[in-house]
């Protein structure tokens, strides 16, 4: 992995600034894959478009900020060595993003209700063995009413989402359909599960 520079952004609704890291290049060597379509890339990793100030708890979309200036990579300029770097929401962030209406279109809802799905599955990615948030089901069941089926990869996750909640039918029914050649592996260890009646998260190996 590369590192390109590091962005100051000044948070929209209170000035504030933070910092950013981005990628100039990375790969998927090391890559695990999940049922949920989480990817854990070492070499490649996330570049979240909602994030938090870690001290303030403010919430923003990073194509919503100004950028006022970049640092070379893993260089703290003076004028901006006090900044601080964004941080990834947790899951009551994204609650709170939901219920404030920060969320404010489809799209951002689908975001913000996808990274609260992994959040909550990721106790099982580390060795749990049930995701055990109260409004799991309500959360996954408000994603897939901003799933399109007829694109693949939401079609997927819409399928992952009825599996998970154990209802196979719809599960089944949703993952009857031609997935470009890409897809192949995932859609055989999915319907290997509906077919197990098997409504855990796997790794796809």
């Known amino acids: 992995m590369t590192p390109g520079p590091t962005l100051l952004l ?10 950013i890291p ?12 999940w049922t949920d379509g989480k990817r854990e890339a070492p070499m490649l990793p996330d570049e979240p478009w ?17 950028e006022i200036a970049q640092e ?3 260089e ?27 969320a404010s279109n489809s799209e951002k809802q689908r975001y913000v209700l996808t990274r609260f ?16 948030q109260p409004d799991f089901r309500e959360r996954l069941l408000q994603l897939r ?11 997927m996750m819409s399928a ?11 599960a089944e029914e949703l993952m009857n359909f031609q997935f470009p050649e890409g897809y192949a592996h995932a859609v055989a260890l999915i319907k290997e599960l509906i077919s197990e009646k098997d409504s855990a998260l796997h790794e796809i190996t």
């Open 10 to 19: 000044k948070i929209p609704l209170s000035g504030t600034l933070v910092k």
């Open 50 to 66: 909602l994030r938090m100030h870690p001290e303030t708890g403010e919430l923003f979309w990073t194509d919503e900020c100004e």
């Open 22 to 33: 981005t990628i100039c290049s990375g790969n998927t060597c090391g890559a695990r894959y």
């Open 76 to 102: 703290d300029t003076e004028s901006y060595r006090e900044v601080q770097y964004a941080e990834e929401p947790n899951l009551d962030d994204y609650r709170r993003a939901l219920a404030s209406g920060f």
């Open 160 to 170: 992952e989402v009825a599996r998970q909640l154990g209802d196979f039918a719809t």
């Open 117 to 132: 799905w992994w959040a909550a599955n990721d106790p099982v990615r580390n060795g749990d063995s049930t995701a055990s």
């Open 72 to 74: 070379p990579a893993w």
């Open 145 to 155: 009413t901003l799933l399109d089926t007829a694109n693949p990869n939401q079609r």
